[in-house]
């Protein structure tokens, strides 16, 4: 029987104070907060310098914003309100954070999302190298049923607040269909895009812009819209937008020719293990009344021409 850690931040206080383990933080330190935009699909960041200037009063004022809206109203909380921080402790550099048992319910796309924010966030504090989400004092885990663990900035891609005027190129595989819209055909292209926007959003862009190779079709049709894309370990979570009973969807394209065009650029593109596909961060959806969502897609070799 695993023990559940609830310890709350008054009891983190005094546990680093007996450990002498009090570590100042550079004056006028800025932070920045992150919320979620108006359409609470993406991240976004607000200026922030704490009041504190040692480790763990930082952490409890980081602790005490969760929930909260941005100071004007016009960015959201990364928390629903139901859910709550219970308990933290810092064991060496890992930042462990308890959540009540309501994250679970979050939809699978803004779990994605709040994690990202939640993660960079404390790592921005003197002696936290590593966070670690546990749930009613059990190790978060994913769709599949595996521990996160212990996450880094390095575990997250996700879209930029802002633009920055550099680009870079990739060589990507993108698949599109023949005109029967049974099959799946590869095409290579080289492309540049802003260095400030993830590989895997880029993929996502180019794979809806359609095919330039004669005798190839699109997958998608023109109404498609795609509301964010981020990267965790080795899952990219795509989350698209619905429209009537799914999406809109090309001429006689088959429902599996879609999802496995998207799963098959994103893995063999980016390397990502496996695709998340949410309508409107929801996972419990049917795409197209056919496949289910619930659970993330691997590459699929057998429909590639």
């Known amino acids: 029987m695993k023990k559940k850690i609830i310890l709350t931040t008054v009891f983190l206080m005094a546990f680093m104070s007996a450990c002498s383990f009090y570590e100042p933080l550079e004056p006028e330190n800025v932070f920045s907060l992150y919320y979620l935009n108006e359409d609470q699909n993406r991240l976004e960041t607000v200026p922030y310098t704490p009041a504190a200037d040692e480790t763990v009063p930082v952490l409890d004022e980081l602790i005490a914003n969760q929930g909260r ?10 928390l629903p309100k139901e859910v709550k921080i219970t308990g933290s402790i810092l064991d060496g550099t890992t930042l462990i ?64 607040a802002e633009t920055i005027n550099t680009y870079q190129s990739a060589a990507m595989t993108l698949y599109f269909t023949d005109p029967s819209g049974k099959t799946l055909i590869p095409e290579t292209r080289k492309v540049y895009y802003i260095s400030s926007e ?53 001429p006689n394209v088959d ?18 293990e496996q695709v998340q596909i949410t309508l409107d961060g929801e996972s419990n959806r049917m795409f197209r009344k056919e496949v289910s969502l619930s659970a993330p897609f691997t590459k699929n070799e057998e429909l590639t021409e």
Request: proline share 4%; net charge negative.
């Open 69 to 78: 809206s941005s100071e004007d109203g016009k960015l959201y909380s990364l």
């Open 97 to 160: 954070l308890d959540f009540s048992p309501q994250y679970k319910e979050m939809p699978i796309g803004r779990e994605a999302l709040v994690r990202g924010g939640i993660v960079r966030e404390f790592l921005q504090v003197d002696g936290v190298d590593r966070v670690m989400f546990t749930v009613d004092g059990e190790p978060l885990t994913d769709s599949a049923g595996d521990e996160i663990g212990a996450m880094t900035t390095e575990s997250f891609v996700e879209n930029s």
């Open 255 to 272: 429902e599996k020719v879609q999802i496995y065009a998207l799963v098959n650029s994103l893995t063999e593109t980016c390397g990502v």
């Open 198 to 250: 993830p590989l895997e959003r880029a993929v996502v862009d180019e794979l809806f812009r359609g095919p330039r190779m004669t005798g190839s079709s699109p997958v998608f049709g023109s109404e498609y819209t795609v509301l964010s894309v981020v990267t965790q370990d080795d899952t990219c979570y795509v989350n698209l937008n619905s429209s009537g009973n799914g999406i809109t969807a090309a």
